[in-house]
Every structure is written in C-alpha cells, then in structure tokens.
Nanobody, 115 residues
Framework: QVQLVESGGGLVQAGGSLRLSCAAS????????MGWYRQAPGKQRELVAV????????NYAESVKGRFTIFGDNAKNTVYLQMDSLKPEDTATYYC????????WGQGTQVTVSS
C-alpha cells in the first residue's frame, strides 16, 4: 500500500506560480513512477506530468511544457510540481498519483488561476 498526501494548491493570478507537493509513504520501494493529473469541471482527467523512480525521466502534457517542472526529493519521498506562468485554463483539481502494479491517488488539491 502507498499513501499520498498533497499540499500546495490555492488561488493565484494569471502569470503567477505555485508549487504542489506530494509526499509518499508506505511501500515506497515498489513505486515505479509518480506524477500529477488534473481535472477541470466538466472535463476528463488528464495527465500533466510524470517522473520515473529510476533515472528520473520526465514527461509533460503539451499544454504545460516549458511552464511546469516535475522533480523529486528521494530523501523526503516527495514529488513536486512547480507551476510557473499559470493560465486560467490551468484551473483544476490536481491529483498526485503513484504507480506500482496499480495506481494510487492523492486526495486532490484545488488550483485556481484568476484572469
């Protein structure tokens, strides 16, 4: 079992920045990758960014490339999503996930970007 606790959401003006954190506990040795999805009202959940546990390879949605950065701190078992140059269309609930033989999800954190 893996437990995920997210923090860092909030309200920010367009052009601003936020950093989301996702702390993992439990069977962390079994995690292959961690990342973030987001879901806006009336829309499907979409992958935002992912980072692998081995080697730290990253992948981003086209809509956030160049603006968002995912990185990890192995000592803290935490993954971060640095979000810069935020746009109103980034408004969504952001969910952290961890992939083992199955996926685990965080509780979600709201990000609201005002124009």
């Amino acid at each position: 079992q893996v437990q995920l606790v997210e923090s860092g959401g909030g309200l920010v003006q367009a052009g601003g920045s936020l950093r989301l954190s996702c702390a993992a506990s439990g069977s962390i040795f079994s995690i292959n990758a961690m990342g973030w999805y987001r879901q806006a009202p009336g829309k499907q959940r979409e992958l935002v960014a992912v980072i692998t546990s081995s080697g730290g390879s990253t992948n981003y949605a086209e809509s956030v490339k160049g603006r968002f950065t995912i990185f990890g701190d192995n000592a803290k078992n935490t993954v971060y999503l640095q979000m810069d140059s935020l746009k109103p269309e980034d408004t969504a609930t952001y969910y952290c996930y961890a992939k083992t033989y199955r996926q685990y999800w965080g509780q979600g954190t709201q990000v609201t970007v005002s124009s």
